[in-house]
C-alpha cells in the first residue's frame, strides 16, 4: 500500500494514535477430516474435548475477574458461551458419530452461528463470539498456542477484521494506541470496549487487509481517517493535538453549557443501579436513558412489580433530585424478552416491538409503569418516562395518559423517521422527546444497524438523519418542550456540538463519553453550533457533513 495513502472508515471513539501496525494472531486452519474415530477412541476423544472447553473458560473466567466494567461482563458471558451444554452437546454427538473433536467442535458451531445470523440482531452479534469460542477450542484441541491479540512490545495500532470480545476487553490502552477493523459497526463489541478502554477507534476500513504487520498507522477516531506511513511530522504534531484536546475534556467539569451559557443537559446512559452509581462519579447531570429491558434479557419469566420496583430504585436513588429518563421495555428485534412472549417475524426490526407490544396487550407496560411509580414514589429523583419506538400520534397517546394516570411525565422516543416527520403532533400529546439516534439512521437509512457491511450507511452523521434531528428539535422549540438525543451521537464531541446548534437541548451517552462532549460544548458559542448545523445540513453525505463541521468548529 502507498506511503501517505489515506483510508476512511466509521469512526466511533474520538482521539489519535500512531504506531506500527499488529494485526491479530490469524484464526487456526481446521483439517478436514482424515478418517473416522474408530469406535474405542471414542470415548477418550469425547474427554479430550470436555478438557479443552474446561480450560478455555476457565482462561476466560480468570481474565473476567482481572478485568472491570463492560469488559469483566463480555468476558463472562463468553466464558459461560464456551461451557454451554447445548453446544457441548452437539459436539459430543458428532464425535459418538466418529468425527474427530476439531472438526466436530466446527460443525456444531457452524449449526449454531447459521441459527444466530438467521434471527438477525442481538442474536447476530454472537456469532463473532461463538467463532473465537470455537477457534479458541481449537486452538486448544491442536496444541497450539491461544489464538488472537498477540502482546506488542511497543505502542502499536491494533489491526483486525473484527475483534473477539474476549480480546477487546482486554486491551492495554498503553501498548494499544488505536484500534482499527475492517469490518464491525458503531454498537459492535469492539466499539463498545474499545469505548470504554479510551481507545481511539476506527471501524469498517475497507482497504485495511492490504497493510502489512509493522507498516506506521496514523488512526484518527475523530474523523475516521486511517493514514498508511504518514509524514512523521503530520503524525507526531495530530497525536499532539488529540493528546491536548484529551487532558482538557478530562479536567472538564461541571454543568453542560455552551461558552456563552446556553445549558444543555448532559446525562447518562444506563442499565442497572451500578452503571447509574458510577455514571453519579462523573460528570453526569442524571440520566437520559434507563434502558430497563436490559435488566431482563436473561429473565424467562416477567419481574413482580415488587422485583421491578427494586431494581428502579437502585437507579433512582444514584441521582437524588435529578432527572432520570426511564425507558419502557425496549424489547424486541435485537433486544429479545422472553416473557414479552414475541412472535417469530421475518422482519422483527419492522416488526411487534417496543410500544407496539402494550398496543394490543398492555398488562406488562402497565405493571412496569406501576414499578416505575413506585420506585419514584420511594426515591427523590425526578423521573420522565418515555416510550420506545412510537411511529404514530395515537400511540403516543394512549403511552402519555396511562403514564399521567400515575403522576409522572409521559414522552416517547423519537426512532422511526415517521416520529420525526409528525414531531409537532406528536409533542402536542406528550411532555418531551428524546432522540434515539441508533434506531432513527437504521430506519431512515434502511440499513441493519448491526450489520457489520452497511456501518458507513449506519452512520448518524448521515445527513438525512441529521434533517430529521432537526426537524424534531424545530418543532420541540415552537412547543417549548424538550428535545433530547440519547442515542451513540450524542457520545461523537463534534456531532454534540451539531446537534445543540439544531436545537438539541439535551446530551445522553455512555459516562465515559461525556468529559469529551461536555469539554466541547464549553468551547464554542450556541451561534457557532449553529452555524455547524447550517453547514452539515447542505452536505450530503457524510464524510463531507463532518469536513463542514470542523471547518466551521475549527477542530483539527
Ligand atoms: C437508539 O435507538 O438510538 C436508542 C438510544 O435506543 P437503543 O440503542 O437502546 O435501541
Ligand atoms: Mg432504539
Redesign the pocket.
Known amino acids: 500500500m502507498t506511503t501517505g495513502a489515506r483510508l476512511h472508515g466509521t469512526p466511533v471513539v474520538p482521539g489519535t494514535g500512531y504506531g506500527p501496525a499488529l494485526r491479530a494472531a490469524p484464526r487456526p486452519a481446521i483439517p478436514p477430516v482424515a478418517s473416522e474415530l474408530p469406535e474405542p477412541a471414542r470415548e477418550a476423544e469425547r474427554e479430550r474435548f470436555r478438557a479443552a472447553v474446561a480450560a478455555v473458560a476457565e482462561r476466560l473466567e480468570q481474565r473476567a475477574a482481572r478485568a472491570t466494567g463492560q469488559a469483566a461482563e463480555v468476558l463472562a458471558t463468553t466464558a459461560t458461551m464456551a461451557a454451554d451444554p447445548t453446544l457441548a452437546a452437539g459436539v459430543e454427538k458428532a464425535i459418538a458419530d466418529g468425527v474427530p473433536a476439531v472438526q466436530a467442535v466446527a460443525s456444531a458451531t457452524a449449526e449454531f452461528t447459521a441459527m444466530f445470523s438467521a434471527a438477525g440482531g442481538l442474536m447476530a452479534e454472537r456469532v463473532t463470539d461463538l467463532e473465537d469460542i470455537r477457534d479458541r477450542v481449537v486452538a486448544e484441541l491442536l496444541g497450539h498456542p491461544e489464538p488472537g491479540v498477540p502482546h506488542p512490545d511497543e505502542p502499536s495500532v491494533l489491526v483486525a477484521d473484527d475483534l473477539a470480545p474476549a480480546d477487546a476487553a482486554l486491551l492495554d490502552p498503553a501498548l494499544v494506541v488505536a484500534l482499527a477493523t475492517r469490518l464491525g459497526g458503531p ?1 459492535s463489541h469492539t466499539a463498545i470496549i474499545a469505548r470504554q478502554l479510551g481507545i481511539p477507534c476506527v471501524v469498517a476500513v475497507p482497504d485495511l487487509g492490504d497493510v502489512a504487520s509493522g507498516t506506521p498507522l496514523l488512526v484518527d477516531g475523530g474523523t475516521g481517517e486511517v493514514v498508511v506511513a504518514p509524514e512523521e511530522e503530520e503524525a507526531e504534531t495530530r497525536v499532539r493535538a488529540a493528546r491536548e484536546l484529551a487532558r482538557e475534556a478530562a479536567q472538564w467539569r461541571g454543568e453542560g453549557r455552551t461558552s456563552d451559557g446556553h445549558a444543555v443537559d448532559i446525562l447518562a ?1 444506563v442499565a442497572d443501579g451500578a452503571a447509574a452509581r458510577e455514571a453519579a462519579q462523573g460528570v453526569a447531570q442524571g440520566v437520559g ?1 434507563f ?1 430497563t429491558e436490559l435488566c431482563f434479557l436473561s429473565a424467562a419469566t416477567e419481574p413482580s412489580v415488587e422485583q421491578q420496583t427494586a431494581i428502579y430504585a437502585e437507579v433512582l436513588e444514584a441521582f437524588p433530585g435529578r432527572k432520570v429518563v426511564v ?1 419502557t421495555l ?1 424489547a424486541g428485534s ?2 429479545p424478552l422472553v416473557y414479552a412472549g414475541l412472535d417469530e417475524e421475518a422482519n422483527p426490526a419492522l416488526g411487534v416491538r417496543g410500544l407496539r407490544i402494550a398496543m394490543d396487550d398492555p398488562g406488562i407496560l402497565d405493571r412496569q409503569l406501576d414499578a416505575i411509580a413506585a420506585a419514584a414514589g420511594a426515591t427523590s429523583a425526578e423521573v420522565w418516562v418515555m416510550a ?1 419506538m412510537v411511529a404514530t400520534v395515537a400511540e403516543a397517546a394512549f403511552f402519555a395518559e396511562r403514564v399521567r394516570a400515575r403522576g409522572l411525565t409521559p414522552g416517547i ?1 423519537v ?1 422511526v423517521p415517521a416520529a420525526a416527520l409528525l414531531a409537532d403532533a406528536l409533542l402536542a400529546e406528550v411532555d418531551f422527546v ?9 430506519y431512515t437509512m434502511a440499513a441493519d ?1 448491526l450489520s457489520p457491511s452497511l456501518a458507513s450507511l449506519s452512520d448518524p452523521w448521515q445527513p438525512a438523519v441529521l434533517r430529521l434531528v432537526g426537524m424534531t428539535a424545530e418543532a420541540g422549540q415552537r412547543l417549548g418542550k424538550p428535545v433530547g438525543v ?3 451521537a450524542a457520545a461523537d464531541p463534534v456531532l454534540a456540538a451539531v446537534l445543540v446548534g439544531l436545537g438539541v437541548t439535551s446530551l445522553s451517552a455512555a459516562a465515559a463519553a461525556l468529559p469529551a462532549v461536555g469539554a466541547r460544548l464549553s468551547r464554542h458559542t450556541l451561534e457557532q453550533c449553529r452555524q455547524a448545523a447550517t453547514a452539515v445540513l447542505a452536505t450530503s453525505d457524510p464524510v463531507a457533513a463532518r469536513d463542514a463541521a470542523r471547518a466551521v468548529l475549527e477542530v483539527e
Open positions: 454498537t446512559n436513558l434502558r425507558r425496549d435485537d433486544k420506545p422516543m426512532e428524546s432522540i434515539g439516534t441508533n434506531d432513527l439512521t437504521q444497524r440519547c442515542g451513540e
